[in-house]
T-cell receptor, first 112, second 112 residues
């Protein structure tokens, strides 16, 4: 099976812009979770989608949003970008049991 | 509040030496426990997991971990490290409410 794929791998934006990141889970996986990784805060949970419904959400402002499509692919959107949004954004997928997550390589977002 | 603590930010060991990375969690019940490894520029790869049963679990790449309920710990061990083990290691806890908490990570350096 192909692994989790994330596009794009690298992104440079300026403050105030918005960005959309994409994640394609492993075939058959219906749960997709998003994480933000920064040197200072480490790995922080953003949200999780299961069968097109947001099942859980971390402590991030409303500028961070996501959605999941019927084919389980997921997108994450960040509006009104701030310098502090520069991070590696990781997507992880899991099957119905959820317990074991498989991570993609991440999207490196740089906000200038 | 629930938390995961990896007390060592950096650890340096010589190639061929044994390794132990510490992880403690704070949670009322026994959570699901994981260790992940992240190589530079890569996503996270699952090394091993504990759900229940035998408290000593074997993982990939020669790693093992022992769950100690009395100490709320889940330390990762390897009897003999290889230069390719240099990476960042994350302990994670699944609180069984569809949310996973990661430790801040331990960066492992290997001396030749």
């Amino acid at each position: 099976k192909a692994g989790v794929t994330q596009t794009p791998r690298y992104l440079i934006k300026t403050r105030g812009q918005q960005v959309t990141l994409s994640c394609s889970p492993i075939s058959g996986h219906r749960s997709v979770s998003w994480y933000q990784q920064t040197p200072g805060q480490g790995l922080q949970f953003l949200f999780e989608y299961f069968s097109e419904t947001q099942r859980n959400k971390g402590n991030f402002p409303g500028r961070f949003s996501g959605r999941q499509f019927s084919n389980s692919r997921s997108e994450m959107n960040v509006s009104t970008l701030e310098l502090g949004d520069s991070a590696l954004y990781l997507c992880a997928s899991s099957d119905v049991s959820y317990n074991e997550q498989f991570f993609g390589p991440g999207t490196r977002l740089t906000v200038l | 509040a629930q938390s995961v603590t990896q007390p060592d930010i950096h650890i340096t060991v010589s190639e061929g030496a044994s390794l132990e990375l510490r992880c403690n969690y704070s949670y009322g019940a026994t959570p699901y426990l994981f260790w992940y490894v992240q190589s530079p520029g890569q996503g996270l790869q699952l090394l091993l997991k504990y759900f229940s049963g035998d408290t000593l679990v074997q993982g990939i790449k020669g790693f093992e971990a022992e769950f100690k309920r009395s100490q709320s710990s889940f330390n990762l061990r390897k009897p003999s490290v290889h230069w390719s083990d240099a990476a960042e290691y994350f302990c994670a806890v699944d609180l069984r409410d569809d949310k996973i908490i990661f430790g801040k990570g331990t960066r492992l350096h290997i001396l030749p």
